[in-house]
């Protein structure tokens, strides 16, 4: 069982940045590949990033290549999202999850967290 509480978000403008963190309780932490997603209102649930266990390999979603970096902590059993030059239709609440296998599915997520709430005005 893989407890994760994110934290960080808040409200900015436009080109501005946040850092999400993800806080995983656990012993296995480093046996899971994680990732982040978003949800905007009337939107389905959306792939953003995934890191790997060892934190080797990540792979991002287009539209946010070059803006956000993903990276983890195993010895703090912590996982980040920097968020740079952040665009209005990146409002959204914003998840953590924890997979046994390194996917962008969002099916393949066992584990999640609450989320937080990202506001981008222009």
């Known amino acids: 069982q893989v407890q994760l509480v994110e934290s960080g978000g808040g409200s900015v403008q436009a080109g501005g940045s946040l850092r999400l963190s993800c806080a995983a309780s656990?012993?296995?932490?480093?046996?899971?590949?994680m990732g982040w997603f978003r949800q905007a209102p009337g939107k389905e649930r959306e792939f953003l990033s995934t890191?790997?266990?060892?934190?080797?390999?990540?792979t991002y979603r287009d539209s946010v290549k070059g803006r956000f970096t993903i990276s983890r902590d195993n010895a703090k059993n912590t996982v980040i999202l920097q968020m740079n030059n952040l665009k209005p239709e990146d409002t959204a609440v914003y998840y953590c999850?924890?997979?046994?296998?390194?996917?962008?599915?969002?099916?393949?997520?066992?584990?999640w967290g609450q989320g937080t709430q990202v506001t981008v005005s222009s």
């Open positions: 999850a924890a997979s046994g296998s390194y996917t962008r599915r969002t099916d393949s997520y066992v584990f």
């Open positions: 890191i790997s266990g060892s934190g080797a390999v990540t």
């Open positions: 656990g012993r296995t932490f480093s046996t899971y590949a």
